[in-house]
């Protein structure tokens, strides 16, 4: 068995984030790049389930639509422990584009299990997965919170609005994994680290394709006003505002 | 040409989030001059259908299947994407919840049609067609134009206010087959979350931090939400040492939600915890450190012991509802 994890390379959590460009383009300058948290931990999952020896998994790869640039992020995860990498030597100017470009490197490698994260912290879309898997032509569970292996197949933990429930479906599949898929996200050993420089990274070239959307500018948030404070002790008058001010409660 | 509006329902009911949807898509229909049209699928009473042209839709679409009571994203997806050629959707706009998410981008490559995910306002321009999101967990805002025909858009939640604007009801009942190889989802077992104010729907959400100290802590927390009706939360640190369960967990890696009140107890207010929180339309802190960041984001901040604080909040808020 073979599973394939989706990677985005977006700028650390912590990030402030500036636009050059006359807010047209995000300012590069002096981001730190990381794995999108999601997929670390899609990746995780991937690896345990990797290691528990019954499971049948072979290997894990890590596919990513990025430039060159990307490729330092690349070989992070390769440390924790993925096999291979794919990447596809493109910009991403939106989802479709780099779900289009996935499906076409990936598409004749025979991927049993797809692991995507539900969202990439830059664009906030949560729409790589199920695009790519219409692409692929293939069936799809989202909100992922667990995935398992056992002696009948695969186990999927999914958590829609209100219920959680079991599911299964045939492979190949897609999974967008959320919250759950697994606890911490797995760190690089020196060992780790030193294995990765020497794993293979495939590079693929594009399709040209044409983008379906295009971000025309960036807006920084409207700064709140200013915190009112209340003090401790008249902690009462705090709820007297919410309640006859601003009727939330 | 039409507005084509997915609509989940559960166990044949709507929620609120639903009529926010109908409400935007409406107007949205009103912006372009076409008819707005409410799909869903499963077993919904005829006066729960009514209620959605209250909120302004001209036609409710009812596609009822015993194969379609769970949810296949593949198959459901193709339903949808049937029904919008067979109207001529121009927007097709679903919610950005679990089911939004896991059906609008099968959709936009089955259509071909451009999607953006989670926006916040009506478009800004219909010509051009360009709308408003947030990025980067909240850290901005982005202008995305749409540049295909069909354009797919799904709809966070509480961004939009509810709409009053009855239209006579009419519905046409679908009949449309679901494609046999296309149901593949098998559902081996349902867990149901029952008696809980769920933290995606609810209007108010207190949430403690490791500020809150210990497990047994959480009485006068959970005593506060209960007397407002509201949903508990907690910081990442907090789920992660088993202090509270694992679905409470709010932030970049935990649930992303937009109450209309959200009480930071004990939280220092973290960028992750804030890419989760930051849409709610009004933050109050406590917090013992008058420096915490949690501040700058709050409207009403209250320096203090959360275990002194709490009990007076919760006197207040009895009082309040004495009155
Ligand atoms: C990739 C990544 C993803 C992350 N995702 C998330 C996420 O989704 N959600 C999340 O929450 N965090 C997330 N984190 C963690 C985040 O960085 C913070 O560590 C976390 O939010 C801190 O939680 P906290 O505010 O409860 O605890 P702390 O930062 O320890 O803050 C506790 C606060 O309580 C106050 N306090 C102490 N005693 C009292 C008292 N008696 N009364 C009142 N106040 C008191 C303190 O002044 C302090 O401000 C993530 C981190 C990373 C790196």
Not at chain 1, 205 to 219: A, G, K, N, Q
Not at chain 2, 70 to 99: C, G, H, I, M, P
Not at chain 2, 196 to 218: P, Q, T
């Amino acid at each position: 068995m073979k599973i394939l994890v989706c990677m985005s390379n977006v700028p650390d959590t912590t990030t402030k984030v500036k636009f050059v460009d006359d807010f047209k383009k995000l300012d590069n300058n002096g981001i730190q790049w990381v794995i999108n948290p999601w997929d670390e931990l899609a990746l995780t999952r991937a690896l345990e389930l990797k290691d528990d020896l019954g499971s049948g998994v072979q290997t894990v790869t890590v596919a990513h639509v990025g430039l060159a640039g990307s490729e330092p992020t690349i070989r992070k995860a390769l440390a924790i422990g993925a096999d291979d990498a794919i990447r596809i030597n493109a910009d991403a100017p939106d989802a479709y584009v780099v779900a289009a470009q996935l499906a076409e490197a990936i598409r004749n490698e025979n991927f049993d299990m797809i692991f995507c994260g539900i969202e990439s912290s830059d664009h906030n879309g949560s729409t790589v997965g199920g695009m790519l898997a219409e692409f692929l032509g293939c069936a799809s569970v989202s909100c992922v919170s667990n995935v398992k292996l056992d002696a009948g197949g695969v186990v999927i933990t999914r958590e829609l609005g209100g219920s959680k429930e079991v599911v299964s479906v045939p492979y190949p599949f897609v999974a967008i994994v959320q919250k759950g898929i697994a606890n911490e996200p797995r760190i690089a050993a020196m060992r780790g680290i030193m294995m990765a420089r020497t794993k293979p990274i495939k590079v693929v070239e594009p399709r040209p394709l044409d983008s379906l959307t295009e971000v025309i500018s960036y807006e920084m948030p409207v700064p709140r006003a200013a915190c009112k404070f209340v003090e401790a002790e008249n902690a009462a008058d705090l709820i007297s505002l919410l309640h006859n001010q601003d009727k939330v409660i | 040409m039409a507005v084509l509006i997915y609509l989940e329902n559960w166990d044949g009911k709507f929620k609120k989030l639903s009529f926010e949807l109908v409400s935007y898509a409406s107007k949205i229909a009103e912006m372009l001059g076409s008819q707005s049209l409410a799909l869903t699928i499963g077993n919904v009473e005829e006066q729960e259908l009514e209620k959605l042209s209250v909120h302004g839709a001209d036609k409710v679409l009812h596609l009822k299947n015993e194969k379609l009571d769970t949810l296949d994203e593949q198959a459901f997806s193709n339903l949808v994407a049937d029904v919008a050629r067979k109207y001529n959707a121009t927007v097709l706009v679903l919610s950005n919840n679990n089911s939004g998410k896991a059906l609008a981008p099968r959709l936009s490559v089955q259509l071909k049609a451009g999607l953006v995910s989670g926006v916040s306002k009506l478009p800004v321009s219909v010509s051009p067609f360009v709308v408003y999101k947030k990025v980067y967990s909240g850290k901005a805002y982005a202008n995305v134009q749409i540049k295909t025909d069909l354009k797919i858009l799904t709809l966070a939640q509480n961004s939009f206010e509810l709409i009053h604007n009855p239209k006579p009801y009419v519905v046409e009942h679908l009949n449309i087959q679901p494609s046999d190889n296309l149901l593949n989802t098998k559902v081996k077992e349902v867990q149901k979350l029952t008696g809980k104010v769920l933290l995606s729907d609810a209007d108010i959400v207190v949430s403690g931090g490791r500020g809150m100290k210990s497990a047994d802590n959480w009485g006068p927390l959970v005593e506060l939400a209960d007397l407002l009706g509201a949903a508990t939360a907690c910081s990442r640190p907090v789920s992660d040492e088993g202090w509270r369960p694992h679905e409470e967990h709010t932030g970049q890696t935990g649930k992303i939600i937009a109450p209309n009140l959200y009480f930071a107890i004990g939280i220092s207010g973290a960028t992750q915890h804030l890419a989760g929180i930051s849409s709610s339309k009004i933050i109050v802190a406590v917090n013992s450190d008058k420096d915490a960041p949690i501040f700058e984001a709050a409207q009403y901040g209250i320096v203090g012991d959360a275990m002194k604080v709490l009990p007076k909040l919760v006197d207040a808020v009895k009082e309040l509802k004495l009155r």
